[in-house]
């Protein structure tokens, strides 16, 4: 590590740490402990910059635990073991309101007090980070570990004690800021979801046209107060709720052929092999929710198609996911194929297919309500046979389509903004470490006491401190190196 600050040095993390604990590795239940219960901490609870209490599980109540692993309000926690982009991940301990203890995969680093948020910060920087992934060890790619020998071993910038202070200060303060604009930030998708949710709700009850209806009324007159039907699709006559004036509850069946589909046979070759229809699966419903799908991830040969129950269906088809995936809903771009997992709607004049793509996404949830199934919620044949929808004339099908897709090109822009903003911020604060620990987040002060005699003090306490006595170690107590 060169071209460091006048006055800063490098050196061993082992040369700040006095020890290091480590705590239980013990069954628990897999829920955050109540009051008055115990409970072991995850490895999750320090990976996010913030130690998060609720990521905890509950220690069985006859199990014997030492408070020398309880964690306290200003405890530096090290994650030794999780996922390569993961693994040693750091955090300082604020307040805490539940009895938790250290695990096995999270150790306590014991340093001196005026230095520990200086440590703390040091190990989240990209080139600490790097260090850190290249020296930890494990075969699985899921999961990688890191030994006390190696954590100990790793070289940070160490400042003079007054710049640590100032920079930590300094890096607080900002970093505050970042993490305040961050939650605002990741507040808006769900608000955008909500958005959306709210502009089907009025466009399949009516209430998003209702200007258009009176503006084409004979006489001028408005309408009705428009009522908020639970659900633009239902299976039961009971569960037809009045609708806006000129619309009606007609049966799907008479405004659109249903249709399923089928998987040719994956054990016959010549069915998949060099394929070159569109086949739309579960995973291509997914990814294309909400939207028009132009290509598919699969595709059967003909010789496949004409040798299962599925057929190609016409561009323009609804293809609403009745089962697994349940309510995932796309329109066919072009001439395509269906798993048998899908209801596919070809529609007639009196229906647009958006309208209906559109009215499913509204009443999925209600629709979800309304399917069997234990495991998974599923629409069966004569269920679908018997939905009923919410029509209104086809000229306000059309307008209806125009508004909401207005209302969502305005949230995808939106969104693209938002998407833009977080990785912006995601930024900060790696970019606020690097410059931190160039020296050139503070001014230097030249009367600062060198890092070096800081070390050499630290050495000297150490030296000091009577030897710990080594003994065998008790299953419930944790370990103290």
């Not at 069915?271 to 929710?289: C, F, H, K, M």
């Not at 998407?419 to 620990?437: M, Y």
Request: with cysteine; hydrophobic share 40%; proline share 6%.
């Amino acid at each position: 590590m060169s071209g460091l600050p006048k006055g800063w040095c490098s050196a061993e993390l082992g040369s700040l740490i006095e020890r290091i604990e480590a705590g239980l590795n013990v069954k628990c239940e897999e829920r955050p402990p109540l009051e008055g219960e115990k409970g072991l901490v995850k490895i999750s609870a320090v990976t996010w910059g913030r130690f998060d209490e609720e990521q905890s599980k509950t220690l069985p109540a006859d199990t014997p635990v030492t408070e020398t692993v309880r964690i306290r309000p200003g405890d530096l926690l090290f994650s030794r073991a999780n996922t390569i982009e993961l693994v040693g991940a750091t955090v300082l301990v604020g307040n805490i309101s539940k009895c938790l203890y250290l695990s096995d995969k999270v150790l306590r680093l014991v340093v001196p007090e005026v230095t520990r948020r200086w440590v703390n910060y040091a190990m989240k920087t990209a080139h600490t980070r790097k260090v850190i992934q290249e020296a930890s060890s494990g075969n699985q790619l899921s999961m990688r570990n890191i030994s006390q020998e190696k954590l100990r071993q790793i070289n940070i910038p160490i400042a003079p004690l007054p710049e640590q202070k100032r920079i930590a200060d300094k890096l607080d303060s900002a970093l505050a800021r970042v993490d305040a604009c961050r939650d605002r930030l990741d507040r808006i998708p769900a608000l955008l979801k909500r958005f959306r949710q709210s502009i089907l709700a009025a466009a399949t009850s009516g209430r998003l046209t209702e200007d258009w209806r009176i503006s084409r009324s004979l006489d001028g007159a408005p309408g009705s107060r428009l009522p908020a039907p639970r659900s633009p699709v239902v299976i039961f006559e009971s569960d037809k709720d009045p609708l806006a004036q000129g619309w009606e509850w007609a049966r799907l069946t008479s405004l659109a052929q249903l249709e399923s589909g089928h998987t040719p046979r994956k054990s016959v070759p010549e069915y998949w092999e060099n394929g070159t229809v569109p086949w739309i699966s579960l995973q291509d419903i997914r990814a294309a929710d909400g939207t028009v799908i132009q290509d598919t991830k699969h595709k059967p040969t003909e010789l496949g198609i004409a040798n299962s129950s599925a057929r190609l269906l016409p561009a323009g088809t609804v293809c609403f996911c009745r089962d697994i995936s349940f309510g995932y809903v796309t329109i066919m771009g072009r001439e395509m194929s269906t798993t048998q997992h899908f209801a596919n709607w070809v529609c007639g004049e009196r229906l647009a297919p958006r309208y209906l793509m559109y009215a499913f996404m509204a009443g999925r949830g209600f629709l979800g309500m309304s399917g069997q199934g234990t495991t998974v919620t599923t629409i069966y044949m004569p269920a679908l046979k018997e939905l009923r929808l919410a029509t209104p004339p086809i000229a306000e099908q059309h307008e209806i389509v125009r508004r909401v897709e207005t209302f969502f090109a305005f949230a995808d822009r939106l969104e693209a903004r938002y998407a833009t903003g977080r990785k912006q911020v995601d930024q900060l604060t790696p970019a606020l470490l690097a410059k931190a620990f160039r020296g050139e987040l503070v001014p230097q002060d030249p009367d600062d006491e060198p890092a070096a005699e800081l070390l050499k003090r630290l050495a000297a306490t150490r030296a000091e401190a009577p030897k710990a006595q080594r003994g065998r170690k008790a299953a419930s107590a944790g370990a103290t190196r």
